[in-house]
T-cell receptor, first 114, second 117 residues
């Protein structure tokens, strides 16, 4: 079955702009999580959505937001971009079940802020 | 709060030899899961192996095995018979079990593995 799909794969923005990233989870997966990966901070959890509801949020400013649609696809938005937002943004989906189930990751969206 | 420590920024191994990547963790949770992921230069995170805190036997998946020592809070990854394609970044991660957050992992800083021919 198809894996986690993230679009776009690469994008370049300038400071002050906003960006929207999209993630389509594996069919049947209802949980979608987002992570930011930077050389300095490593992999950091942004937020998780389950059945269109945000279930958990990491320690990021309010400029970072997300949502999930009824078909489980998710988007994340970053407003008023800063240079430090340059990162690889990874989306992961999991089928559910707290005791099992690895997260399946997409290939990421690599954002460069100039 | 959960914390993962990977003390080896980089490791080198000869092809066909075994290598151990270290991971220690800290958590106050009674029930948790430990994961290892591989990240090649393409960026995708590839799941390798999982160990639950209540699993009595060490997990194995093909050439990958997880040396789980609960009392020491360590979860080292052992790769046997290394291949050139194993060259990548490796991340140790953990997740609380029993809660409702299925998708929240805490990651270590990673170890870059280079396999020499």
């Amino acid at each position: 079955k198809a894996g986690v799909t993230q679009t776009p794969r690469y994008l370049i923005k300038t400071r002050g702009q906003q960006v929207t990233l999209s993630c389509s989870p594996i069919s049947g997966h209802r949980s979608v999580s987002w992570y930011q990966q930077t050389p300095g901070q490593g992999l950091q959890f942004l937020f998780e959505y389950f059945s269109e509801t945000q279930r958990n949020k990491g320690n990021f400013p309010g400029r970072f937001s997300g949502r999930q649609f009824s078909n489980s696809r998710s988007e994340m938005n970053v407003s008023t971009l800063e240079l430090g937002d340059s990162a690889l943004y990874l989306c992961a989906s999991v089928s559910g079940g707290a005791n099992t189930g690895e997260l399946f990751f997409g290939e990421g969206s690599r954002l460069t802020v100039l | 709060a959960q914390k993962i420590t990977q003390t080896q920024p980089g490791m080198f191994v000869q092809e066909k030899e075994a290598v151990t990547l270290d991971c220690t963790y800290d958590t106050s949770d009674q029930s948790y899961g430990l994961f290892w992921y591989k990240q090649p230069s393409s960026g995708e995170m590839i799941f390798l192996i999982y160990q639950g805190s209540y699993d009595e036997q060490n997990a194995t998946e093909g050439r990958y095995s997880l040396n789980f020592q609960k009392a020491r809070k360590s979860a080292n990854l052992v790769i046997s018979a290394s291949q050139l394609g194993d060259s990548a970044m490796y991340f140790c991660a953990m997740r609380e079990l029993g809660g409702t957050s299925y998708g929240k992992l805490t990651f270590g800083q990673g170890t870059i593995l280079t396999v020499h021919p």
